[in-house]
C-alpha cells in the first residue's frame, strides 16, 4: 500500500479559508473530492489506462471547483491536489510494476513519449491548432513554443523541467496565426506532466 500524502488526509478544518468577501474553492466540494483521494490512495490505484478501478492521477488535474465566498483558498488547495497527483501517479506506476512488470511500464513511457514528440518536432507556430473562430482567443504561439522547447530538452535530458511548471503555466493571450487553441495545448500539458510524474 502507498504511503500516505498530506493529500490523502481526510478533510479537515486545517486548510485555510478565504475571508467572507472573498470567493475561495467551494468547502463542500473540496471535502468531498479530497476524501475521494484519500479512499484511492487507500486501496491502491489502477494502473494507467485502466478507469474501472477508480480515482487516477490524472482526474485529479482535470478538477475543477465551484467558487465560493469563504471557500477554502485556491493555493492551498491546488498544492494538495499536486501532491495528491505525485502520489497517486507513483502508486499506479508500483502497481504496474508489480502487476505486469517493467517493459509493460517502459512500453506506457515509451508510448507518452511518441505522443509528445509528434508534436514537439513540429515547427515552431505550427504544433497546435488555431482558434476555430477568427476573433476567438487563444494562448500566445511564441509563448507556448518557448514551454515545448524547455520540455524538448527535459526529454533528451538536457534541462530540467518539473511537473509543476506545467501545471502553473500560464500563457498571454493571442489571435489568428499568432494563437493557438487553448483546449489542445492545455491536453497537450496534461499529457507531458504523466509523462514527467511517470518518468520519475
Not at 471547483?65 to 498544492?79: H, L, N
Not at 518539473?162 to 496565426?177: K, S
Request: glycine share 6%; charged share 30%; with cysteine.
Amino acid at each position: 500500500m502507498p504511503s500516505e500524502s498530506p493529500a490523502a488526509r481526510k478533510p479537515t478544518a486545517r486548510i485555510p479559508r478565504c475571508a467572507q468577501a472573498e470567493r475561495g474553492y467551494d468547502v463542500a466540494q473540496v471535502d468531498e473530492f479530497l476524501a475521494a483521494v484519500h479512499a484511492a490512495l487507500a486501496s491502491a490505484p489502477h494502473e494507467p489506462g485502466d478507469p474501472a478501478r477508480g480515482l487516477n492521477s490524472t482526474q485529479v488535474r482535470a478538477t475543477v471547483f465551484a467558487g465560493a465566498r469563504g471557500g477554502y483558498r485556491p493555493e492551498a488547495v491546488d498544492a494538495l491536489l499536486d501532491a495528491a497527483e505525485d502520489a497517486l501517479a507513483a502508486a499506479e506506476r508500483e502497481r504496474c510494476l508489480r502487476a505486469r512488470g517493467p517493459e509493460a511500464w517502459q512500453e506506457h513511457l515509451d508510448d507518452l513519449t511518441r505522443l509528445l514528440r509528434n508534436r514537439l518536432d513540429r515547427a515552431r507556430t505550427q504544433r497546435f491548432r488555431r482558434p476555430s473562430r477568427p476573433r476567438a482567443p487563444g494562448y500566445s504561439a511564441a509563448h507556448v513554443d518557448v514551454l515545448c522547447e524547455r520540455l524538448g530538452s527535459r526529454l533528451e535530458g538536457a534541462a530540467p523541467l518539473e511537473p509543476a511548471e506545467l501545471r502553473r503555466a500560464v500563457f498571454p493571450p493571442a489571435q489568428g496565426e499568432r494563437s493557438y487553441e487553448e483546449q489542445q495545448v492545455d491536453a497537450f500539458l496534461d499529457r507531458a506532466v504523466q509523462l514527467l510524474l511517470a518518468s520519475r
